[in-house]
């Protein structure tokens, strides 16, 4: 059974600090590209960060946020520093990967709110 579980969201202040971790289980971690989402309601959700092959991440948050894993503890993390009101969003955890027969996997965690404000 797969399981995505993401947590260590909150309500934090501008200028603070979060980190998200995603635990996963039930596929082989290491095969597979984990990425960051997140959405706001009424927004289509957008990617944040991505780590595979290579590290992705979007202009909004670059320099600020920090994407990292550790395949022995098949765990996704996202450090999340200087924190602005607009990164208030639902935080989602994905894993994605193509086999040799071009077949996609395509994995979601349930989300965690990050709320920025004072």
């Known amino acids: 059974q797969v399981q995505l579980v993401e947590s260590g969201g909150g309500l934090v202040q501008p200028g603070g600090s979060l980190r998200l971790s995603c635990a996963a289980s039930g596929f082989i971690f290491s095969n597979y590209a984990m990425t960051w989402y997140r959405q706001v309601p009424g927004k289509e959700r957008e990617l944040v960060a991505r780590?595979?092959?290579?590290?992705n991440y979007a202009d909004s948050v670059k320099g600020r946020f920090t994407i990292s894993r550790d395949n022995a503890l098949n765990t996704v993390y996202l450090q999340m520093n200087s924190l602005k009101p607009e990164d208030t969003a639902v935080y989602y955890c994905n894993a994605h990967a193509r086999d040799p027969w071009r077949r996609e996997y395509d994995y979601w965690g349930l989300g965690t709110q990050v709320t920025v404000s004072s």
């Open positions: 780590i595979g092959s290579v590290i």
